[in-house]
């Protein structure tokens, strides 16, 4: 920590960025995990529903919006858990780098592996589903824009929950309703290019509550580390 | 006279104690003259019929589960701005009532809804949100007991309340906002579109919701009081 410049808010991000990135890029089986569940979950809908290729294009993009969703929830609790048990957080707190900075930084590391991959394997599912080309590309856009605002939310909540009983199911108690407006208008986004409608809209205001979000909840999620480590 | 008299929770224990009760009995009688007008006085509506009358439920309810939260909210950002230790437990004593209100809306609401829309349920934006604000108390609730110390829940649920207040404006303006099923709103401030006996029964309705919230809340925190105080000398010598 020492060979950054001490007390600057980017000097903090760069710092928490990289060396959350570090741990997960050398523990990759988190990630792994969690792109299996992702694929698993939307390949059970098809079976689960009937594989009529109508109906499959119809909640395509729903489906694969929520196990985004929830994909990117499983990978909550590890964002400050871990630091939380062994200390590690205490210390960060107490260095000379502004909180918000390295929170800021632990966050878009968790987006980047947990968002990114996302993301990424998203128009793979979409074929899967038969969506048309237009579709899935406002799919994976509405996808690159919701994730970090999902782990901006799942941020503040996780950190909320930190050494609670109980704290998995509390977690999911707390992030899935505030998840509900991004699956609202990520899937929104979808169905209105799948509809012949313009889907600018709902990419607007995802991009709005990026903006918002990306604003108030860092500020939230330091409030709370700091009620938790008192 | 000191303004943070009654701040003390030992003070604001008999305060509430004497309160409680008065906030109970306008609440029975503004709520049995409200539920005369509404279901004997008010006359039947000419679109809808009889079943119009849940309103005199419906409304009050939808109007304390947001109002409620708005206060919890404030309560929980003086306890975490001001560190107080009774804004912290009004906060706690007025989620409950919160979330049953919020239960109450949704509830009356879908026995309005299937005879007048065919469907106990639509997935409109205001019943989308105001179920949300049900999940936003069960969180708020389930955070506040979470932990073993108790001042760590009051802080981290008020951090919850208040982010949640995101939620309310949303509910309120989802009717404007988006082309929704749920009708928009036939009170303002400048006037109304309905009958004045219709009206009566609404306002007597809500203040009797009001006032019996009031004294929920009154009467948990004192036993949110004296389970919190109960080492403490004056809560031995009662």
């Known amino acids: 920590m020492s060979a950054v410049a001490a007390g600057s808010f980017s000097g903090a991000f760069r710092w928490a960025f990289a060396r959350d990135l570090r741990l997960s890029w050398r523990h990759p089986g988190e990630t792994m995990l969690m792109v299996a569940f992702f694929v698993l979950v939307a390949s059970l809908f098809p079976l689960g529903v009937g594989a009529e290729p109508q109906l499959l294009q119809r909640i395509g993009p729903g489906v694969i919006w929520v196990c985004a969703l929830l994909a990117a929830f499983l990978s909550l609790p590890a964002l400050f858990a871990g630091d939380y048990a062994d200390g590690t957080l205490e210390q960060m707190l107490l260095s000379p780098h502004p909180m918000s900075g390295w929170v800021s930084g632990k966050i878009a590391a968790h987006w980047m592996a947990s968002g990114i991959p996302l993301t990424l394997l998203s128009p793979f599912l979409a074929l899967q589903y038969g969506l048309d080309a237009g579709t899935l590309t406002i799919l994976a856009c509405a996808l690159a824009l919701g994730t970090p605002l999902l782990s901006l939310l799942g941020a503040a909540c996780a950190a909320l929950t930190l050494g609670a009983r109980g704290a998995g199911m509390l977690l999911a108690l707390l992030a899935l309703p505030l998840f509900v407006p991004v699956l609202i208008f990520g899937a929104g986004a979808a169905e209105a290019q799948s509809s012949g409608l313009s889907p600018s809209p709902h990419l607007s205001l995802l991009g709005a509550g990026l903006i918002v979000g990306a604003m108030a909840l860092p500020a939230a999620a330091c409030v709370a580390i700091r009620i938790a480590l008192d | ?238």
């Open chain 2, 1 to 238: 006279m000191n303004f943070f008299y009654f701040a003390s929770p030992s003070t604001f224990y008999r305060l509430a104690g004497i309160l409680a009760p008065w906030c109970f009995a306008v609440a029975a009688i503004l709520g049995a003259a409200g539920l005369y007008v509404g279901l004997v006085q008010a006359p039947t509506d000419a679109q809808q019929g009889e079943v119009y009358r849940v309103i005199f439920i419906h409304v009050p309810a939808a109007w304390m589960s947001m109002f409620l939260y708005f206060v919890m909210a404030c309560y929980g950002a003086m306890s975490l701005t001001f560190n107080t230790r009774l804004a912290a437990m009004m906060a706690r004593a007025l989620a409950p009532t919160g979330a049953m209100f919020t239960f109450v809306a949704l509830w009356t609401g879908a026995f309005w809804g299937r005879p007048t829309w065919g469907a106990y349920w639509v997935w409109d934006a205001r019943l989308t949100s105001e179920l949300v604000l049900l999940f936003l108390y069960f969180g708020f609730i389930a955070l506040g007991n979470a932990f073993e110390d108790p001042r760590r829940g009051d802080r981290a649920a008020a951090l919850l309340a208040l982010i949640g207040v995101v939620n309310l404006p949303i509910i309120y303006f989802s009717v404007l906002w988006w082309n929704t099923l749920h009708q928009g709103s036939s009170v303002s401030f400048k006037g109304t579109s309905m009958h004045v006996s219709m009206l009566t029964g609404m306002l007597l309705m809500a203040f009797a919701f009001w006032s019996y919230s009031i004294g929920t809340a009154l009467a948990r925190v004192r036993t949110i009081i004296l389970e919190r105080e109960r080492r403490t000398r004056w809560v031995r010598a009662l």
